[in-house]
């Protein structure tokens, strides 16, 4: 993957011209690569730059290729105009791109009142990565913003209390001493090295390198003052499943999908995410993590932390875009769970050992193998099993999960009352009544609320016109006046039943006679609750396979048993599939 840095550097240039200051990896072969720019294989030889420059005759890794770049022509190349500033640079040479934000600072002199204020001298301030040429744009776009990031925070620093100016005199002291020492053992690398050791900004920049390699997480305090925090989203989702990443794109697609009914797993225990907060975490953030339970969907946790559902997807997404957490939906006995596509664990995998650190008692391959079909945690458990058995079964599974290990599958329902197919949505759909239509996850916004799932019932003069329209022009078949038998039973004396009805009866004027015969032959049909409940699904749209079980339960508020036994009623007219949710599915790799 090519997520990780090959390396970072900072230039300067001012008054004085541009400088390297400081660059990171600084290990280096330096003797081989100064004989393999100048030696000759005979004398009469002509040394060609361009050769030992990208090393086209060369087979080197990215890594060991930067060292081939002199610090003078890393300057030159880092150093913009004036008018460049503040915008993205990028730079590819064959293999390798260059990324950076050049940023402009007035150089702090608040006990030199001699100089007026539009005297003061400015100095490029550029911190620049190197990375592989082949990386995508959501990488290179997020080590943009990262360069960003650390110039705005020098520029605060600088303007506060001149500690860039402080920095930049002591590195180029400390090269110049070292270069002028004349002692042999002291080349380039030993002068990075204890730039590294004398200067604070030398050593955060080092430290954002370590981090990006190895978590993709970096925070860390400028000066011990300023606040500089950033994540690489692609690197924090990957340390969980090699050679697959989830780009900030992906996230953002996952926020779209997000529903009240959703749930939360931290990939982190809980304290170690508490402990790991600032002292100026924002107190919503607190509230959230003191309820938080895998067991909860996002209406729970809003309810319990007195927040709004806006502002519980707004901290969602942070969690997400820090790699601490994925959606799942809320784990109970019914869920049911598949090995995941690309979950190949071996006996030597590290990922036994670390099971078995955790779960003594079990062994990992044994417990996947449970799962090799889809399968509900209800059916590895019976009546007898001790409550601390079903305890360690909620934890293997929580563990599985943030492993990518196991991924939860949904039921979708098709309805299909013809072997041609079933109807065309359009005409299923004569009146539009989702429920969540309105939906806005734009978080922030007052349409992000529950308040938008209310059922809009129709008016009065709807009602006549349809009742005329229908009675009117549609003629009375088979099927109409076995449907109107029943409209005459005592339901008909609560109001908004009659009205459902009355849509009803509408709707199914839009059915054909194959379909409409193929419905009276399903014995429930007779049953005027369940065929109630039918035509009310199919309504709303919820028998095209766009919508899964879970999602019905809680936007039409039906039990799960009600609903499985209306599956089993009509099973001669709707066929039934398992797949991933979509707002799951972004955190496992490609599965069709």
Same mark, same amino acid.
């Given at each position: ?7 970072? *550097? &900072? ?47 060369? %087979? ?5 290729? &930067? ?43 608040? *006990? ?15 911190? /620049? ?42 590195? %180029? ?20 090295? /204890? ?52 780009? +900030? ?10 529903? +009240? ?36 969907? *996002? =209406? ?26 994925? !959606? ?7 869920? !049911?769970? /598949? ?33 090799? &079909? ?127 009805? !009355? ?19 399903? +014995?429930?049909?007779?049953? +005027? ?8 699904? &199919? ?7 766009? #919508? ?12 799960? #048993? =009600? ?30």
């Amino acid at each position: 993957m090519d997520i990780d840095p090959i390396g970072i *550097f &900072l230039v300067k240039n001012d008054s004085n011209g541009d400088k390297l200051l400081f660059r990171y990896p600084y290990l280096g072969d330096h003797d081989s690569i100064s004989k393999l720019k100048y030696t000759r294989h005979t004398p009469y030889s002509l040394h060609i730059a361009e050769d030992t420059l990208y090393g086209s005759n060369i %087979t080197k890794n990215e890594g060991e290729k &930067l060292t081939e770049f002199s610090d003078e022509l890393l300057s030159n190349l880092f150093s913009v105009k004036p008018n460049f500033s503040d915008h993205k640079f990028e730079l590819k040479i064959n293999n390798i791109r260059f990324v950076g934000h050049p940023t402009f600072i007035k150089q702090c002199f608040k *006990f030199k009142s001699s100089l007026k204020k539009e005297e003061t001298p400015s100095i490029l301030v550029h911190v /620049v990565f190197a990375l592989k040429a082949s990386a995508e744009y959501s990488v290179v776009k997020s080590y943009y913003d990262l360069s960003r990031r650390i110039g705005v925070a020098i520029r605060h620093e600088e303007k506060r209390c001149g500690y860039f100016g402080k920095e930049m005199k002591l590195m %180029t002291s400390t090269d110049e001493m070292i270069s002028s020492s004349g002692d042999a053992n002291n080349d380039t690398q030993s002068s990075f090295d /204890v730039i590294a050791s004398q200067c604070s900004l030398a050593r955060n920049l080092k430290y954002v390198y370590e981090s990006l390699c190895s978590t993709g997480k970096v925070h860390f305090r400028l000066n011990n003052w300023i606040e500089v925090s950033f994540c690489l989203t692609q690197k924090a989702h990957s340390i969980y499943m090699t050679n697959f990443t989830v780009s +900030p794109e992906d996230i953002d697609r996952c926020l779209q999908n997000l529903k +009240p009914y959703h749930g939360l797993l931290l990939l982190e225990d809980i304290n170690t995410v508490l402990n790991s907060l600032p002292p100026d975490a924002s107190p919503s953030l607190i509230r959230f993590l003191k309820v938080y339970s895998p067991l909860k969907n *996002f =209406q729970m946790i809003s309810a319990d932390s007195d927040l709004t559902i806006a502002q519980v997807f707004n901290l969602i997404g942070h969690f997400l875009n820090w790699g601490s957490a994925m !959606i799942i939906y809320p784990l109970c006995e019914s869920n !049911i769970y /598949v090995i995941a596509p690309g979950a190949g664990i071996t006996s030597n995998s590290p990922l036994t050992e670390k099971f078995a650190q955790q779960f003594p008692e079990h062994n990992l391959l044994e417990v996947m193998e449970e799962f090799s &079909l889809p399968s509900t945690m209800v059916h590895k458990l019976n009546p007898l099993t001790h409550p601390e058995e079903q305890a360690v079964l909620v934890q293997m599974v929580a563990w599985m999960l943030r492993h990518r290990l196991l991924m939860q599958l949904h039921t979708y329902v098709y309805f299909m009352p013809t072997k041609k197919g079933m109807v065309q949505a359009e005409e299923l759909h004569p009146i539009s009544h989702s429920r969540y239509q309105s939906f806005n996850t734009n978080f922030g916004q007052s349409g992000s609320d529950l308040d938008t799932y209310s059922l809009q019932a129709p008016s009065d003069s709807d009602i006549s016109s349809v009742i005329s329209e229908d009675f009117a022009k549609t003629p009375m078949t088979t099927f109409q006046t076995e449907l109107n038998s029943w409209l005459n039973i005592s339901i008909m004396d609560e109001t908004d039943k009659v009205e459902d009805l !009355i849509f009803e009866d509408e709707f199914i004027t839009r059915f054909s006679e194959e379909e409409k015969n193929a419905l009276l032959k399903i +014995p429930a049909s007779s049953s +005027p609750e369940d065929f109630h409940l039918l035509m009310r699904l &199919l309504k709303q749209g919820y028998l095209q396979g766009t #919508s899964h079980m879970e999602e019905i339960m809680y936007l039409e508020n039906i039990r799960r #048993s =009600q609903l499985v036994q209306l599956f089993e009623k009509f099973q001669d007219i709707l066929i039934t599939c398992e797949s991933a949710d979509p707002a799951v599915s972004i955190f496992y790799p490609e599965m069709f």
